[in-house]
């Protein structure tokens, strides 16, 4: 069990901007986490295991595909599913990862770029946590610049067959359904999404061992050697580069939120450790300036950041955010919430580095949180193009 119970972190009553609605959704996240996650998560990380048996539940409250109306989606509003991204994240940034995937990676495409059958055969059970997805767009040569692929797709009478290597897949080898991202040589090299059943022959996902990051989390490798799928696999709508970035777009206003999940869970810990660790004179070392000087520099970035996701919600709700907001939070509050780790964990001192307390664990995840879904730096280059108008890239 936990050192510290979570006390929850709200400096500037935020929780007067949300509805009633978003306050009932965030409660009932929390508790699920409190309850089922956070008891069992230093052990699933120290054995390098993710937690399946939470899909059922994370699925009958909703959490995948949240966002999404019908097909069993529980329809929620933009602020609703970041304050439930936030909350996963307080307890790991790997079971985020997990609901992220699902719902924003491979639900989503689905949704809006397939077809009326892709959807009807997919969505229900994807949200029911029936079937598990992954989205392969990262190669071993091509991160950043996923332009560059080169897993191709050619069309063999009524098939497509696709060849290549996919790296750094989260859930892969859990995956029942692959949304993979290739060029499709019958329509002049474009990228098109193409949905492979991960137990068609000549597809093979093998996991990376040896991570220090995400250890509650499944990454693969995936491996597709001439796999055979229909034509009507392909996800009709998806045409170019845009059709993987408008899924990120998803998935990062979501790392957005669930970052703040880390930052604050970092910052709890360590405003009661501080209170209760006593260094010089029997006093607590939170009455030494310099630790203070890091919690306030923790709660008033965890503010700002709250302020930020707030309001990219507003816009997305109303169909005004673009990627460059989607940049910024994701940029900005993955930076934030890595600092924060960082000053907890000097707080604590050499209990910073154990796993009684949650901080090193969101600290080694948060690496990689800063890395997927576009670098640190890949989203100031967004940024920069954005209010330049000159691409850097
Ligand atoms: C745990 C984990 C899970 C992941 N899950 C998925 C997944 O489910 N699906 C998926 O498709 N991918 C996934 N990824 C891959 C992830 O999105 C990539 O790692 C990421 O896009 C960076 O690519 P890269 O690792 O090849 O780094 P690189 O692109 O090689 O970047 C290395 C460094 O170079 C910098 N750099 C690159 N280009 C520029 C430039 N033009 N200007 C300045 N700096 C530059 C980067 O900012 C970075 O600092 C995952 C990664 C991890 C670690």
Not at 9 to 18: G, K, R, T, Y
Not at 116 to 134: R, S
Request: aromatic share 8%.
């Amino acid at each position: 069990m936990p050192a510290f119970k979570f006390k929850g972190v709200d400096f500037i009553e935020f929780d007067a901007l949300l509805s009633d609605d978003e306050r009932l959704v965030r409660d009932t996240a929390r508790r699920f986490i409190e309850e089922n996650l956070v008891p069992i998560i230093e052990q699933c990380n120290r054995d390098g295991r993710f937690p399946r048996e939470l899909i059922k539940p994370m699925a009958d409250l909703g959490f995948f595909g949240a966002n999404l109306k019908g097909y069993g989606c529980a329809g929620m509003g933009n602020v609703e599913y970041g304050l439930v991204m936030q909350e996963l994240e307080r307890g790991d940034s790997g079971v985020r990862s997990f609901v992220s995937v699902q719902s924003a990676l491979v639900m989503y495409p689905i949704y809006a770029y397939g077809s009326d059958e892709q959807k009807e055969t997919w969505l229900p059970a994807l949200a029911k946590g029936e079937k598990i997805g992954c989205f392969g767009l990262t190669e071993p040569d091509f991160g950043s610049n996923p332009g560059g692929m080169r897993t191709r797709a050619k069309k063999a009478g009524n098939e497509y067959v696709l060849t290549g290597e996919k790296m750094w897949i989260t859930s892969g080898s859990i995956a029942d359904i692959a949304v993979v991202w290739a060029k499709s040589e019958a329509d002049n090299d474009r990228i098109r999404g193409f949905l492979v059943e991960t137990n068609r022959p000549g597809f093979k996902a093998d996991d990376v061992h040896g991570k220090w990051s995400l250890r509650a989390s499944v990454t693969s490798g995936l491996s597709l050697q001439e796999v055979r799928i229909p034509l009507e696999n392909m996800l009709p709508k998806a045409d170019g580069l845009k059709g993987p970035l408008g899924c990120l777009n998803q998935a990062r206003f979501g790392i957005g939120w669930g970052a703040l999940g880390a930052a604050m869970s970092c910052y709890d810990t360590a405003l009661q450790y501080a209170k209760l660790r006593k260094q010089f004179r029997d006093q607590p070392i939170a009455s030494h300036q310099l630790v203070q000087q890091k919690l306030a520099w923790m709660i008033s970035e965890i503010t700002k950041g709250q302020l930020l996701a707030l309001q990219v919600g507003r816009l997305k709700d109303a169909g005004k955010a673009g990627h460059q907001h989607i940049s910024m939070i994701k940029q900005n509050n993955v930076w934030m919430a890595l600092e924060c780790a960082r000053m907890a964990r000097d707080i604590l001192g050499g209990n910073g580095i154990a796993d009684d307390y949650p901080v090193m664990r969101h600290m080694m995840n948060l690496e990689s949180v800063k890395t997927y879904e576009g670098t640190h730096d890949i989203h100031a280059l967004i940024i920069g193009e954005s209010v330049t108008g000159i691409s850097a890239f």
